[in-house]
C-alpha cells in the first residue's frame, strides 16, 4: 500500500461497482458456494465462455500485511474461475530487487500478459517498461509505475476519495452538533497515500463548519501501533465526537485500546474493509460504526482485464473496442445499512 498517485473520488456513498463485473460478454450471478472464498469470487465472472488460451503472470509483494494477503487470494481466485486462464504467480517480495527479479522470470517465459503491485512503484518502473517492450501488456496494480509507458492499464483504489467519503460521513452524523470535535489516526506519514487520505479528510471536514479537527496521530498500519498511538490520542483528548482511522488492521489495535480505556462517547469510521472490521459494525455494540473500502477485489478485476487484454476484449456498456488505460475503484462508505452487502469482501 506504497505510493500511487492522487486520484480524485467521487462524492460521499456507499454503493460501489466492481470493474470485473463492467467486463465484456454474458455473466453469471450464481454466487460461490464457499464462504472461505476471497472478495472477488462473489463478483460475476467477466465472461463464462470460454475463448482464447491467456497465460498470465501475477507479481506482487510480500503478503505481510491483511489487505495484501486478500490482494493475492483475490487473484488467485478469480483466474481459476476461468478454464482459459493460466496463471503464473511468483512468490511476492518486499525487496525491489528480488520482485524485479521474479518479474523478469515471467518475461523470459513469455506470458501472455502481467499483473503487478510493485513493492515499489518508482523503482519498479524500468521492469513494466521491459514487458512492454517485450509485446507482454502490463497491468499494474494500486502501486503505479512512474510513467504510462510501463503499463496499458492501471487500476487501484482511491485514497482522496477513503479520507473525503470518511469525513462526510462524519460530516453528515454530526451535522446538528455545535462545536463537534473529531481526531484522525493515519497511517504511515512518509507514504504518500497517507497524505492523500488526510487531505481528503480535511477538504471534506471544510464543508461542516461546526466540526474542527482537534487531533491528529500517526501509526504505522499495525496492531500495535494502532493500539499505542489511539492510547496517546485518548490521553490527550479527554473528549471529542468521533475518529477516523485510515486502516482496519491498526484499527483492532486501536480498538483495543478505546476498550482499555472504557471510552465509547464518540463514533470511529475505519478503512479498507477488514472483515473483523464488518463484524463489529454489524454487532453494532460499539464505537465502530462504519468503515470506508479500499478493495483488495481489486486483484480480482485485474484478472479479469488482463484476461480481456490477451484475448483482445473491450468493457461491455463502453462504446470503445479497449479496455480503459486507468480504472480507480470507488471507496464505499460500510455502516450497518449495508454490511451484509459487504461482508463477504472482508479480508482476514
Known sequence: MTEITS???????????????????????????????????????????????????????????GW????????????????????EITEGSNDTAQQIGQIETLINKKVDVLVVLPADGKALTQVGLKAMRAGIPVVNLDRIFNTPQAYR????????????????????????????RVIELAGLDNLELT??????????LKN????????????????????????????????????????????????????QAGRDDFLMVGGAGALSAFQAIKQDDGVLKATVLYPPTMAASAIDLARALGQSKGIGGLAEFEIPSSLTLYSAVVDKTNVDQYMSTGFK
Open 7 to 65: 486520484r480524485r473520488g467521487l462524492l460521499f456513498g456507499a454503493a460501489a461497482v466492481s470493474a470485473g463485473a463492467l467486463l465484456t460478454g454474458c455473466t453469471s450471478n450464481e454466487p460461490s458456494d464457499s464462504k472461505d472464498e476471497p472478495a472477488g469470487n462473489d463478483r460475476p465472472a467477466a465472461d463464462d465462455k470460454p475463448g482464447k488460451q491467456v497465460t498470465i503472470g501475477f507479481a506482487g509483494p510480500q503478503a505481510d500485511h
Open 68 to 87: 495484501l494477503n486478500a490482494i493475492n487470494d483475490n487473484a488467485k481466485s478469480r483466474a481459476e474461475k476461468y478454464s482459459d486462464v493460466t496463471l
Open 153 to 180: 492499464c492501471w487500476i487501484g483504489g482511491d485514497n482522496y476519495g477513503m479520507g473525503l467519503n470518511a469525513g462526510h460521513y462524519i460530516g453528515e452524523k454530526l451535522k446538528g452538533k455545535s462545536g463537534a
Open 195 to 204: 497524505k492523500q487520505r488526510t487531505q481528503g479528510f480535511d477538504d471534506a
Open 208 to 259: 461542516y463548519p461546526n466540526i474542527k479537527k482537534v487531533a491528529r496521530q500517526a501509526a504505522e498500519f499495525t496492531v500495535e501501533s494502532g493500539q499505542a498511538k489511539m492510547a496517546q490520542l485518548l490521553q490527550a483528548q479527554s473528549k471529542f465526537d468521533a475518529l477516523w482511522n485510515h486502516d482496519d488492521d491498526q484499527g483492532v489495535g486501536a480498538l483495543r485500546a478505546i476498550e
